[in-house]
């Protein structure tokens, strides 16, 4: 989306958008703009409300934001404006940003604008948002120098809209090969380094627990490994780890899924984050160096599919019990963390995954769970996740739980077995695989990455993690 800024109207024909806060219903003074006058009997700002007004060979949109709005929301109402009231705009649309806004509000409006050009139907003839047209140029009326603002929003969202296609589309297009492309594509266009290893490079080097999630599908797993170093980079430049968990689809392997299995191709949602956050970190240039792995796999069924019981080698010379082949996605990330560890050494890592349906017991489908040891970590990651409306929160990881994962035969197993603390046994799981990291923290998504809202019929992505992730790198 190209943007350019105005600083009146004079000789404008088209859309113009207007936010306005909210008075209240019985005031005598009647919202102003441009000419038009609107009585508070009709409108007054109240939040989740709008009203048109056609004057002056203009449509004129009252959006209202309430009396006081916090990112989320404003990002929301502003995509919700784009998505469903596109009949709206033709090629000349403006935006009014009052004097009051600040960036991060500035910010939310553009990046809701353009994450209403996303369209879930992938596979229909449908006409084009006129936002997405190459000779659009949205106009933005403003008293303040907002260009660095305004540019840093669309990069936010042209990374989470690439992220909504990749957790979206179906499996058969998402195979782990198509992610490590996407990867390749990425870094060449981004400017971050990427490394893919394929099964024999994997077996070669020793990746056996991520390499026993893939074995029994016919789409060879791909291990990704992204490098992002900023200019001017030295000793002093902090580096921060991702691990990201991408298992394309899931069908439970041989302890197949009885319920559920229709969304599993969600399950690389947290692979597709990290890629998300490499793209925008290097397009946003942050003087943060960043390593991130994700290990891309389909857990599929076959006669080479793992099996419960099976006790396999990890990258790090540990050895693991298989109880449950659909307690995966912790498998490969023990071996990206590991990987990441010994070779990259970073001084912060973050784990993101799709895990467990026990965090979406515990905490639902408003936030993601946390965990980490690290309580400035903690303290960081809540408050990127607060300021940009993406939530966490903290659960334990007491050594009481460490019982819950430990084998008779090897020196780890992947399932507790229990019924209960499930997302709490699984991050003591990977916290085996840090070698005691004092900078770890596994995010835990599966409540979040994926679900229902207003914008389609159906369960879609949420492209959850993105600025989260992005904002804490930037933050620390």
Request: aromatic fraction near 10%.
């Amino acid at each position: 989306m190209k943007t350019k800024t105005l600083k009146d109207l004079q000789g404008f024909s088209g859309t113009i958008l207007i936010p306005v806060f909210e008075t209240y219903i019985k005031s005598l003074v009647p919202i102003e703009y441009h000419g038009v006058s609107v009585s508070s009997k009709v409108f007054y700002g109240k939040k989740d409300t709008h009203y048109l007004v056609e004057k002056y060979d203009c449509i004129h949109v009252f959006i209202g934001l309430g009396a006081a709005i916090d990112y989320n929301s404003l990002k929301t109402i502003f995509r919700r404006i784009s998505s469903k009231q596109k009949e709206l705009f033709g090629s000349e649309v403006a935006l009014v940003l009052p004097e009051q806004f600040t960036t991060d509000q500035v910010e939310a409006t553009i990046s809701g604008l353009l994450l209403g050009t996303y369209d879930l139907g992938h596979y229909k003839k449908t006409e084009p948002h006129p936002f997405l047209s190459k000779d659009f140029e949205l106009l933005l009326l403003s008293k303040n120098e907002l260009r660095n603002t305004v540019e840093k929003a669309v990069k936010i969202a042209n990374a989470q809209l690439e992220i909504l296609h990749l957790v979206d589309l179906p499996p058969n297009k998402i195979t782990p090969k198509y992610l490590s492309n996407w990867a390749n594509e990425s870094g060449n266009k981004f400017g971050f380094e990427v490394e893919v290893l394929g099964f024999e490079a994997s077996e070669k080097v020793g990746l056996d627990a991520f390499l026993s999630v893939g074995k029994g599908s016919q789409n060879e797993p791909q291990f990704v490994i992204m490098n992002y170093t900023p200019e001017n980079a030295d000793a002093k430049t902090k580096h921060v780890g991702l691990v990201g968990k991408g298992i394309t689809f899931d069908t439970g392997g041989l302890n197949i899924k009885t319920s559920g299995m229709l969304h599993m191709k969600c399950d690389m949602a947290g692979g597709a984050a990290v890629f998300g956050v490499m793209q925008l970190i290097a397009d946003l240039k942050l003087p943060v160096k960043v390593t991130a792995i994700v290990p891309c796999a389909e857990n599929s069924v076959d006669a080479k599919s793992f099996m419960p019981s099976d006790v396999v080698r990890s990258y790090s010379g540990h050895s693991i019990e298989i109880i449950d082949t659909d307690a995966e996605g912790r498998l490969v990330l023990a071996d990206g963390i590991s990987y990441l560890i010994k070779n990259f050494k970073p001084e912060y890592i973050v784990d993101i995954a799709t895990l467990t349906g026990s965090a979406v017991g515990t905490l639902g489908y408003e936030c993601a769970a946390l965990f980490t040891n690290n309580e400035a970590i903690s303290k960081k990651l809540q408050e990127s996740g607060d300021a940009v409306g993406e939530r966490l929160w903290q659960l334990p990881l007491w050594d009481c739980y460490k019982q819950d994962i430990e084998s008779d035969i090897a020196d780890v197993k992947n399932y507790s077995g229990k019924p209960v603390a499930g997302a709490i046994s699984a991050a003591k799981f990977l916290e085996y695989f840090t070698e005691e990291h004092k900078a770890w923290a596994h995010l835990d998504i599966a409540g979040v990455a994926f679900g229902d809202d207003e914008f389609a019929k159906s369960k879609h992505a949420t492209a959850y993690g993105v600025h989260l992730l992005t904002k804490f790198i930037e933050n620390l």
